[in-house]
């Protein structure tokens, strides 16, 4: 089956410091992948996506490109700021499906 | 345009009631996903519904939990008898379509809390 997984959190970081969350998935077919952020007390927002393989997708500075050689989808930002303490999610759509299958989060928490 | 609209944001239950979960999806969007997210956990599909049909509903608990997304009104979700192993946040998805280009949106949630 569709599996996605990410690198364990907590991750604390200082203001402007170089970001990286590892994903990585397992799937049968062309997933698409995509990462979405839940802030506290909140929903997911889709923060970016990619559908096919070598896509970089970004966002308010983030960035994950679709990597099909390693079956990877790093998300990375140059630098934090505190308003990006959230909980960071990826998932991957199967092309002939409809349900997203999630990563376990990884926890960000940005210091001043 | 509204977003996903879910009610009520927060619900307490004790063990044997029954909670129901509302979800309104975005105008034009006819797809509603139902999502569980246990304590430091991440999201595990449930269900997923079109109008007047549950298409997949192979992350359901067998008993207890049931789904529907009727013609008119609402998606609910409902579990009856719940135990406090079904405290968790619930959130819907709708999406316009099954294209990944469409992207999910998602409402805010609902915490279950079952004492």
């Known amino acids: 089956g569709n599996s996605v997984t990410q690198m364990e959190g907590p991750v604390t970081l200082s203001e402007e410091a170089f970001l990286t969350i590892n994903c990585t998935y397992t799937a049968t077919g062309y997933p698409s992948l995509f990462w979405y952020v839940q802030y506290p007390g909140e929903g997911l927002q889709l923060l970016l996506k990619?559908?096919?393989?070598?896509d970089k997708g970004s966002n308010k500075g983030f960035e994950a490109t679709y990597r099909k050689e390693t079956t990877s989808f790093h998300l990375e930002k140059g630098s934090v700021q505190v308003s990006d303490s959230a909980v960071y999610f990826c998932?991957?759509?199967?092309?002939?499906?409809?349900?997203?299958?999630f990563g376990e989060g990884t926890q960000l928490t940005v210091n001043p | 345009n509204a977003g996903v609209m879910q009610n009520p944001r927060h619900l307490v239950r004790r063990r044997g009631q029954e909670a129901r979960l509302r979800c309104s999806p975005m105008k034009g969007h006819s797809h509603v996903y139902w999502y569980r997210q246990l304590p430091e956990e991440g999201l595990k599909f449930m269900v997923y519904l079109q109008k007047e049909n549950i298409i997949d509903e192979s992350g359901m608990p067998k008993e207890r939990f049931s789904a529907e997304f009727p013609k008119e009104g609402p998606s609910i979700l409902r579990i009856q008898q719940v135990v406090r192993g079904d405290s968790a946040a619930y959130f819907c998805a709708s999406s316009p379509g099954t294209d990944p280009n469409y992207g999910y949106t998602f409402g805010s949630g609902t915490r279950l809390t079952v004492v």
């Open positions: 998932a991957l759509k199967e092309t002939s499906g409809s349900r997203l299958t």
């Open positions: 990619a559908t096919k393989a070598d």
